[in-house]
């Protein structure tokens, strides 16, 4: 099964241009539309904490020193 991810933009007429494939000619395609403009950035800290949790240790007061000894430990 190939796949491919392609970004593109929906023009103003609602219309979606895709590239050419030649190689998927008379198959059978899923498409899945995802709003981009929807997603904001993750800025707050608990958006942060919640990103992080699983590296993160509970025990520790300070977030900055786990994820610090967090990423001395990955590139140890």
């Known amino acids: 099964m190939q796949e491919v991810k392609i970004y593109l933009t929906i023009n ?12 998927l000619a008379n198959h ?6 995802i709003d981009k403009s929807a ?11 919640n990103k992080w949790a699983g590296f993160l240790k509970e025990e520790m007061d300070d977030v900055r020193d786990s994820r610090i000894d967090y990423l001395l430990d990955k590139h140890k």
């Open 12 to 23: 103003s007429k609602g219309e979606i241009i895709l590239p050419l494939m030649r190689d």
């Open 28 to 33: 059978t395609v899923e498409v899945i539309i």
């Open 39 to 49: 997603e904001t950035p993750n800025s707050s800290f608990n958006a942060f904490k």
